[in-house]
Antibody, heavy 112, light 112 residues
Framework: EVQLQESGPGLVKPSQSLSLTCSVT????????WGWIRKFPGNKMEWMGY???????SYNPSLKSRISITRDTSKNQFFLQLNSVTTEDTATYYC??????WGQGVMVTVSS | DIVLTQAPLSVSVTPGESASISCRSS???????????LYWYLQRPGKSPQLLIY???NLASGVPDRFSSSGSETDFTLKISKVETEDVGVYYCGHRLEYPYTFGAGTKLELK
């Protein structure tokens, strides 16, 4: 069964970069689509972007200048980097395989 | 960006009764391939979002048939018949028609 697990720091300072890892077991990331979604305090959800089975990426234009999604196929992991964070990037970050399988999420707070 | 408007934002339901949630899209979600790209998700308290419905009316794997969805190109309804305790949470509609993918604001379902 496919499982996804996010990892990364829970606290990031403003203006720094947020870096998260999604470790996948039970399914190869060289198949399907792998994305990052975040949920802000309250209920708002935002699709951030994805990396495809071939390594191509698509990003939310609202983040395009700050976001990068990459992968390491040898470790079956994919990564999120979000640069120049502000307090408005405080959210729970989820990785997901298409829409069917989600990680448990990691809460990231941006604060000095 | 496509805007998805959900209503109501919260609903209180007696167990065993039915509940309906509306989702209205600012643009037709009918793709050139004849697929209506509307999805429904449930996020239970403390859990990751779970896919309930894909392509407007198809039940995701493992989802009980108490859940159903229908609609047109822009107006959609999720119906939950015989609401149970496990149905409590926040329901989101989302689309996958074009980038960026977007979500509705969420509808919180609680029990009376």
């Amino acid at each position: 069964e496919v499982q996804l697990q996010e990892s990364g720091p829970g606290l990031v300072k403003p203006s720094q970069s947020l870096s998260l890892t999604c470790s996948v077991t039970g399914y190869s990331i060289t198949s399907n689509y792998w994305g990052w979604i975040r949920k802000f305090p309250g209920n708002k959800m935002e699709w951030m972007g994805y990396i495809s089975y071939s390594g191509s990426t698509s990003y939310n234009p609202s983040l395009k200048s700050r976001i990068s999604i990459t992968r390491d196929t040898s470790k079956n992991q994919f990564f999120l980097q979000l640069n120049s964070v502000t307090t408005e990037d405080t959210a729970t970050y989820y990785c997901a395989r298409s829409d069917t399988h989600w990680g448990q999420g990691v809460m990231v707070t941006v604060s000095s | 960006d496509i805007v998805l408007t959900q209503a109501p934002l919260s609903v209180s339901v007696t167990p065993g009764e039915s509940a309906s949630i509306s989702c209205r899209s600012s643009k037709s979600l009918l793709s050139s391939k004849g697929i209506t790209s509307l999805y429904w998700y449930l996020q239970r308290p403390g859990k990751s979002p779970q896919l309930l419905i894909y392509q407007m009316s198809n039940l995701a794997s493992g989802v009980p048939d108490r859940f159903s969805s229908s609609g047109s190109e822009t107006d959609f309804t999720l119906k939950i018949s015989k609401v149970e305790t496990e149905d409590v949470g926040v329901y989101y509609c989302g689309h996958r028609l074009e980038y960026p993918y977007t979500f509705g604001a969420g509808t919180k379902l609680e029990l009376k």
